[in-house]
């Protein structure tokens, strides 16, 4: 695609409750970072893929929280009993093999209620 | 310590002024630097990246990159309202895998 296309784009949902974030990235983009940003705070890294090789998972925050990428194109994150601090904007990213900089996608606004 | 630390602000300059935004980071062995501009409600947009030590320009914007003070720094010259906006500093660190480590940003406003 011609952006980096992030699904849903408003999510609101009970404590308790699991979610799905989808993320499409550019077409022929090796690398895929997902990172949130709490409100009025910068962006935290929370995973990042490249390529085949394994994930580098180091800012998952808890257990609930897992990725995983299908076919080395699309991106789903998953946050299981989500709680109210889950609640952010969860941004995806794209980059190409020797690109500079990342491209963003939209992102998603999770809350928790 | 943050790995990458800015002021938050806000930094409030005039039309017209030159806008000067700050970064530090703590990973010496750091080589790829960036700023992305931030608008209320949207998504970071890459605006200017630097590798190399001394100044790097683009139109109005000009990174400035000191590895020996872990110092990197962008000044907007000739600020427009339309610059108004947080502006997000992140570096790729010395293992270079290509994460972007962020600072939490510093909101610059740009009065008329």
């Known amino acids: 695609g011609a952006g980096v296309s992030q699904s849903p784009s408003n999510k609101v949902t009970e404590k308790g409750k699991d979610v799905e974030l989808r993320c499409d990235p550019i077409?022929?983009?090796?690398?895929l970072y997902w990172y949130r940003q709490s409100l009025g705070q910068g962006l935290e890294f929370l995973i990042y893929?490249?390529?085949?090789?394994?994930?580098?998972k180091s800012g998952l925050p808890s257990d609930r929280f897992s990725a995983e990428r299908t076919g080395g194109s699309v991106s789903t994150l998953t946050i299981q009993r989500t709680q109210q601090e889950d609640s952010a904007v969860y941004l995806c990213?794209?980059?190409?093999?020797?690109?500079?900089?990342?491209?963003f996608g939209s992102g998603t606004r999770l809350t928790v209620v | 310590q943050k790995e990458v630390e800015q002021n938050s602000g806000p930094l409030s300059v005039p039309e017209g002024a030159i806008a000067s935004l700050n970064c530090t980071y703590s990973?010496?062995?750091?080589?790829?630097f960036f700023w992305y501009r931030q608008y209320s409600g949207k998504s970071p947009e890459l605006i200017m990246f630097i590798y190399s030590n001394g100044d790097k320009e683009d139109g109005r914007f000009t990174a400035q990159l000191n590895k020996a003070s872990q110092y990197v720094s962008l000044l907007i010259r000739d600020s427009q309202p339309s610059d108004s906006a947080t502006y997000l500093c992140?570096?790729?660190?010395?293992?270079?895998?290509?994460?972007?480590?962020f600072g939490q940003g510093t909101t610059l406003q740009v009065k008329p």
């Open positions: 990973d010496r062995g750091s080589q790829s």
């Open positions: 077409s022929g983009h090796t690398a």
């Open positions: 893929f490249q390529g085949n090789s394994a994930p580098d």
């Open positions: 992140a570096v790729i660190g010395s293992s270079n895998t290509g994460k972007l480590i």
């Open positions: 990213a794209s980059s190409s093999q020797g690109g500079v900089g990342y491209t």
